[in-house]
Every structure is written in C-alpha cells, then in structure tokens.
C-alpha cells in the first residue's frame, strides 16, 4: 500500500485540518503509513489554534493521484468539495458527519458518519475504540474543531456528544474551554486585511440543487454592518465567482458570534427561491436570519428543498 493521504474539504476550516491531523495520527499509531494534507491553506481561526498547541499546518495539496493511491476524507463527502482528481484514486475510509450526496467508490471501504456537530466528536470515539491515546496537541486542536463547529456550543448542530468530547479534550489539552475557545473564534472574525474575494473563499461550499449549482460562503464577525459596508464591492466579487466557475446562485452567510444571528447577500438567480427558503422577502439582495448561525442545517437543507420543488 501507498502512503495514504488523509484531507478534508477545499477552503479547510478548523475542522477540516484538525480531523485530518487526528486521524492521520490514529492511523499512524495502528500502523498505517499516513499523513494529513490540506485542500487550501489554513484561516485565521485555524492558524491561531495550530500556534496555539505547537503544530504545523499540513502541507497544501491540488491534486493526489500523482503520489498515492489510496486516500482518506474526513469531514466531508461530496467529490465537488474534495480534491480534483479525487476520482483517479481509492477512498479506503470516510469520516465525515455532513449529508451523504454525490459519492461513490469502486471498491468497499471503512464509512463512519454520526449526526453530531464536529467531525472531531466522531475522530475521539474511534481513538477510544482503538484503545490508543490522544496527544495533548492534538487533543488540543480537536476541541478547536468542535468550538468552531459549533459556535461553542451555540449552534443548533451543537449535541450533548460534542460538549462531553469537547470537556474531556479541554483537559487533556490543559485549556479552558469557555475562555480559549471565544479567543479562538475572536481570531477568525478579522475581515478588514482581506479582499473580497478572499472573504468569499475563506469557508466556502458548491451545492448541487434542482439543476442549478449552488456557492454557500460563510463568514463569522462581531459586527455584521462592518461587512455589509462593503456589500457593493462583495456583490461585484460574486458576480465574478458565478461568472469564472459556473455557480447558478451565490449566497453569502454572515454570522455574529456574539448573539447568533445571521445576514445573507445573494448574487444570481433564481433570487425567487431563497425568499422561498426562508419564508421571507429580499430587500438589496439581503435578508436578516435571527437565530441562524449554521449552513449545514439551518441555510442548505432549506436552500434544497426550494430548488427541489
């Protein structure tokens, strides 16, 4: 067997790098030849949580084939958010706790996904399992994941599962878990360095929905109207993302940490079906979500229902 590459989505958050330095350190410690690379270098967020406990990023990667054979994905499924040539190579195991969509393989493989709120919840079961020890760095950047996540904990994705993994890797990684995990989610909430483009690009996902493919970016701040006085220049941004990679629709979330509510701005069409989605009227391309804070069950499944009917 091939060193085996173990990733998580394009545009890495938290989640995606710390599953995948977790589960290529399981895999290592049961003997297989793993390593974890990265789809897009790390954010802000990721980058503080990585200094935070002493680990390098993995090394970025645009395609696999060319050095292995067999890969492993964590924290995600869907091969239009994987690697770009995802389809040249075994995939031997899947850790992931998204939708299953648009996925299939050759061979039969290892497939472990849980409704719970962070990949990294399921990643401490399976060192459990396998009865081996789980470092403090790594410890460390799991319960990273599961913060980011959730929104600590505010996130209706957010289980008793992720806050019992979540206070047992606080104490392994010797932090506290209310205070270092606001600091971490303070540390992605810099936005005004960034262009607009890279705001649109820093946690960002296609969808395929009805016949239209559909962006879903999401952005966290502490101040909503710090990024809506940009709402010109994004719009013009996403104009040009739906021009150079085909979307249909861009939707852009912008969440408050701080009181867990949401702002959307949409560029394309059909506008129709996301006032359809939310039960509610666009007004200059945007509508206020209150109690909205997560893409994976609160914006895209109501997206997909709309464009499915």
Known sequence: MSKVLIFGHQNPDTDAIGAALAFAHLQKELGVDAEAVALGTPNEETEYALNQFGLIAPRVVEKVAGETQDVMLVDHNEFQQSVSDIEEVNILAVVDHHRIANFQTANPLYYRAEPVGCTSTIVLKLYKENNVTVPKEIAGMMLSAIVSDTLLFKSPTSTEEDMKAAKELAAIADVDLESYGLEMLKA??????????????????????????IRVAQVNT????????????????????????????????????????????????????????????????????PGVVSRKKQVVPQLTEAFEK
Do not use: C
């Open 188 to 213: 992605g909430t810099n936005l005004s360095t960034k262009t607009e483009a890279e705001l649109l690009d820093l946690d960002a996902k296609s969808f395929p929905m009805g016949d239209k493919t």
């Open 222 to 289: 502490v101040d909503l109207a710090e990024v809506f006085a940009r709402q010109e220049a994004l719009e013009a941004a996403m104009i040009v993302e739906n021009t150079k990679n085909k979307y249909d629709l861009f939707v852009l979330l912008v969440t408050n940490i701080l009181n867990s509510d949401s702002e959307i701005l949409i560029a394309g069409e059909p506008k129709e079906k996301v006032e359809v989605a939310f039960n509610t009227k666009l007004e200059n391309n945007r509508v206020f979500l």
